[in-house]
C-alpha cells in the first residue's frame, strides 16, 4: 500500500482504482498518530465520494503538501483543499485516555461510555474531570437545542480558524479554494437534520467568508455504522448539497480499532 503524496488519474474509474490502493491506516491517538495520518484518511475519502462528480476535471494530478494540505491540478485550474478536524480538546484527551486504559490493548473504547455535551468555549478539564468524563461519572443532560445549536457554533469556529490561516501570507492561494471538515464533534449526528445544515448554511452566508473559501465540505458521520454523508456548503449561497457517499468503508480494514461500539461509528 501507497500513502498518498503524490499521484494522478486519468478519469474518475482510474482515480477510484488508485485510491484503492492507498494506505490510509490511522494509529491510535496514543501511538505516534500524526496529522498527515489523519488528512490522508480524509481526503481519500472525500477524493472517493466526489470522484464522479462534475467538481472535479480529468486528468488530475493530486499532491499532499502543506498551506493548502491539498492540491488538485488539472490542466485548466488548480484547486487548494484545507482539512480540519473538528472535535472538542476534552473529547481528544478522553479518547487518549481510553486508549490508555483499554485491558483488551485493542485501541477501542469501552462498550458503554458516557458522551458529555461539549461546549465551544468549554474549558479545558483537569486529568481528574477527564477520567470521570471516561467512566461515565459527570452526567450532563442536553436541554432543548443545545446539541444542535453547540454543532454550529462549533463549525463556524473551524472555519473561521483557517479563515485566518487562509489569509496569512504563508497560504498559497488557487483558482479555487476549498475547505473540508471532518466532524469529530458530534457525539450523536444522526440527530442533526436539514434544520440545522440550513442554519449553518445562513450563518456561513451572513458572514465575511465569502471572500476567503470557495466551498466548505463537512464529512461527517451519519450515526450509522460505516455510514457518512458528505455536506457542501457555498459562502455565497444559503443552501447545501448532500452528496451520496460511495460505499468505502465495507471494504477497509485498517483502522476498525477506532470504531466506538455503540454509537455506531467510526472517528479518527
Known amino acids: 500500500m501507497k500513502?498518498?503524496?503524490?499521484?494522478?488519474?486519468?478519469?474518475?474509474?482510474?482515480?477510484?482504482?488508485?485510491?484503492?490502493?492507498?494506505?490510509?491506516?490511522?494509529?491510535?491517538?496514543?501511538?505516534?498518530?500524526?496529522?498527515?495520518?489523519?488528512?490522508?484518511?480524509?481526503?481519500?475519502?472525500?477524493?472517493?465520494?466526489?470522484?464522479?462528480?462534475d467538481l472535479l476535471e480529468y486528468p488530475i494530478h493530486i499532491k499532499h503538501q502543506d498551506r493548502p494540505d491539498f492540491l488538485l491540478s488539472s490542466q485548466d485550474s488548480t484547486t487548494g483543499v484545507e482539512i480540519t478536524i473538528a472535535e472538542h480538546v476534552n473529547h481528544a484527551r478522553a479518547e487518549a485516555l481510553s486508549e490508555r486504559m483499554d485491558k483488551n490493548n485493542d485501541g477501542r473504547l469501552s462498550d458503554c461510555i458516557y458522551v458529555p455535551v461539549y461546549?465551544?468555549?468549554?474549558r479545558k478539564l483537569s486529568y481528574q474531570e477527564i477520567l470521570k468524563s471516561v467512566a461515565g461519572e459527570m452526567p450532563y443532560p442536553a436541554m432543548g437545542r443545545e446539541l444542535e445549536d453547540n454543532w454550529i457554533v462549533a463549525m463556524m469556529n473551524s472555519v473561521k480558524?483557517?479563515?485566518?490561516?487562509?489569509?496569512?501570507?504563508g497560504f498559497k492561494k488557487h483558482d479555487r479554494n476549498w475547505l473540508l471538515i471532518y466532524d469529530n464533534w458530534s457525539p450523536f449526528p444522526s440527530?442533526?437534520?436539514?434544520?440545522?445544515?440550513?442554519?449553518?448554511?445562513?450563518?456561513?452566508?451572513?458572514?465575511?467568508?465569502q471572500n476567503t473559501f470557495d466551498k466548505i465540505f463537512i464529512f461527517q458521520n451519519s450515526g450509522r455504522q460505516n455510514s457518512y454523508k458528505l455536506l457542501d456548503f457555498s459562502p455565497c449561497s444559503t443552501e447545501y448539497v448532500e452528496y451520496p457517499i460511495y460505499d468505502f468503508l465495507l471494504k477497509d480494514t485498517v483502522i476498525t480499532e477506532e470504531k466506538i461500539e455503540g454509537l455506531g461509528g467510526q472517528t479518527i
Open 161 to 169: 480558524k483557517k479563515d485566518r490561516k487562509f489569509e496569512s501570507s
Open 191 to 209: 440527530g442533526l437534520g436539514d434544520h440545522d445544515f440550513e442554519g449553518l448554511a445562513k450563518e456561513l452566508h451572513g458572514s465575511k467568508l
Open 3 to 53: 500513502p498518498l503524496d503524490d499521484l494522478s488519474a486519468e478519469d474518475f474509474e482510474d482515480l477510484r482504482i488508485k485510491l484503492d490502493q492507498i494506505d490510509v491506516s490511522i494509529p491510535p491517538r496514543t501511538q505516534r498518530r500524526t496529522s498527515r495520518h489523519r488528512e490522508a484518511w480524509v481526503a481519500r475519502h472525500f477524493l472517493e465520494t466526489i470522484a464522479d462528480t
Open 119 to 122: 461546549h465551544p468555549d468549554e
